[in-house]
């Protein structure tokens, strides 16, 4: 008696990853169910899913939110560091650049935006918060350490975008109070008497810290103390101009009111950016105003 042999049935088809098809893939993903090979294996709370089904995921996750809307970054206040990095770097320019070239072409002063001075430059209303007074080397280094005690305190707390949004209107802030409160000066055209230092961004940190602090309900006594000795300083020490300080103050402050009391909802970014649009409006009608009522 003989026995017959079965013939073999066919085989299934052998499942292959549908990114990779030349990989063979035994895995499915626990999300959609298709095969994954290792390189797009994404481990989950439970088994494995692929890499477009985690990207997915990520997609439509809202990201995390600071208290003010910025998005959270954790480490190191980034943008508070590139700010005293090219501080540095142009107040290195001042020494190694010959003459007074560096100082001549950025720093600020009235006349570059006053109708009675051929040359119209107003750029130089910001660039001048990058340049500090090469004769007094605690210009620079007591504004940057400054810098750093509020920035780590207020980029994390506002997020990155927001904290450069203010700084940098408030260094602006700081030229528009420099000339709205001092006459417009007509310069030679071999002199240049400017403003340089980013003491008007500062004291517009310590206007944001104030409005931030009032806001989060803390303690606002030592910033009020802090301020009032600054300003004491800028009336009593010849060659500081306390114009800019009290104008980025106020602009600093402004700014920070805006991000603060924006109401949450998903149009609150919109709401903050165009709040912060209108600072800067009001910034460019004051100087505009000044300049054409002189």
């Known amino acids: 008696m003989s026995y017959g042999i079965p013939a073999a049935e066919p085989s299934a088809q052998i499942p292959v990853c549908p990114r990779h098809p030349d990989r063979p893939s035994y895995v499915r993903c626990q999300r959609c169910g298709r095969p994954a090979c290792p390189e797009c294996q994404r481990a989950a709370a439970v088994g494995f899913q692929c890499v477009d089904c985690v990207n997915e995921a990520a997609r439509a996750t809202p990201g995390i939110r600071t208290v003010y809307g910025g998005a959270v970054a954790t480490g190191r206040p980034l943008v508070t560091f590139a700010i005293i990095a090219v501080c540095a770097f142009v107040y290195v320019l001042q020494w190694v650049v010959p003459g007074q070239f560096v100082y001549e072409q950025f720093a600020y002063n009235n006349a570059f935006v006053s109708p009675e001075y051929p040359k119209f430059e107003p750029w130089r209303m910001l660039t001048s918060a990058f340049l500090h ?10 504004n940057m350490y400054m810098l750093w005690m509020f920035g780590q305190v207020l980029e994390p707390l506002l997020g ?34 400017g403003v340089v230092g980013a003491s008007g961004a500062i004291f517009g940190l310590f206007g944001a ?9 803390g303690d606002t006594r030592q910033l009020w103390v ?15 101009a306390w114009q800019a300080h009290l104008g980025g103050l106020v602009t600093g402050a402004a700014c920070a009111a805006v991000v603060a009391y924006t109401p949450k909802g998903k149009q609150r970014g919109l709401l903050q950016a165009a709040g912060l649009v209108l600072v800067l409006a009001a910034l460019v009608a004051l100087s505009w105003s000044r300049v054409a009522t002189a």
């Open 209 to 217: 810290m104030l409005v931030v602090q009032r806001h989060r309900g």
């Open 160 to 193: 990155r975008a927001r904290f450069l949004a203010v700084y940098l209107i408030s260094a602006l802030g700081g030229s528009v109070g420099y000339l709205m409160l001092t006459p417009l000066y007509t310069l030679g055209q071999d002199s240049l008497y």
């Open 133 to 142: 007074s090469q004769g007094f080397i605690l210009h620079i280094v007591l």
């Open 226 to 240: 802090l301020i009032a000795i600054n300003g004491v300083i800028g009336f009593m020490v010849a060659g500081i």
